[in-house]
Nanobody
């Protein structure tokens, strides 16, 4: 079991920056990867960025060069640095943790944090 606590969302003007934070607690040793997803009203949830325990990262094409995902030394906290924000980035951002237990994988989600980018 993993609990995820997100923070850092808010209102920002286009071209501005925000940094989201996600802290994990619980079965930390079982976490294989963490990441960020987002969902805009009326749209499907989409991947933003992920990072594995080994440090491998993956980004959506729409955020490459603008967003950076990182983690602390304990691999229990991840950040999403968002620069050059656009109105299309407006969405609820969700932290994700993927756990590996035996041969099975489980996904846990944070409560979501609203990011609104104004023109």
């Amino acid at each position: 079991q993993v609990q995820l606590v997100e923070s850092g969302g808010g209102l920002v003007q286009a071209g501005g920056s925000l940094r989201l934070s996600c802290a994990a607690s619980g079965s930390i040793s079982s976490i294989n990867a963490m990441g960020w997803y987002r969902q805009a009203p009326g749209k499907q949830r989409e991947l933003v960025a992920t990072i594995t325990r080994a440090g491998s990262t993956n980004y959506a094409d729409s955020v490459k060069g603008r967003f950076t995902i990182s983690r602390d030394n304990t691999k229990t906290t991840v950040w999403l640095q968002m620069n050059s924000l656009k109105s299309e980035d407006t969405a609820v951002y969700y932290c994700n943790a993927r756990l590996g237990i035996g041969v099975l994988e489980y996904d846990y989600w944070g409560q979501g944090t609203q990011v609104t980018v104004s023109s």
